[in-house]
Nanobody, 117 residues
């Protein structure tokens, strides 16, 4: 069982910054991804979309956040963080920490990010 505990999030005006952090309760191997997904509200049928993920030798960002978001990971402490700068209204969503361990996807409880225009 893997527990992912998120912190950060909140409300900010467009152009502002927020930082999300996530701590895993057990070791996540460095060649497994840790990262963030998000799910916007208010749109029927919206699914979780990948935002950014990281593992040894590989980093992924969705196109709409490239140049604005930065993901980092402390492999020794099983921590992953997401620095979000130049936030836009369309970044408003519930953000979920995600990790892969033993070929299983694990999820945090979600943290809300609200950007006002």
């Amino acid at each position: 069982q893997v527990q992912l505990v998120e912190s950060g999030g909140g409300s900010v005006q467009a152009g502002g910054s927020l930082r999300l952090s996530c701590s895993a309760s057990t070791d996540i191997q460095s060649n497994n991804f840790m990262g963030w997904y998000r799910q916007p509200q208010g749109r029927q049928g919206t699914q979780r979309e990948p935002v950014a993920s990281i593992r040894i030798g590989s980093t992924y960002y969705r196109d709409s956040v490239k140049g604005r978001f930065t993901i980092s990971r402390d492999y020794a402490k099983n921590l992953v963080s997401l620095q979000m700068d130049s936030l836009k209204f369309e970044d408003t969503a519930t953000y979920y920490c995600h990790a892969v361990k033993d070929a299983i996807d694990w999820w945090g409880q979600g943290t809300q990010v609200t950007v006002s225009s």
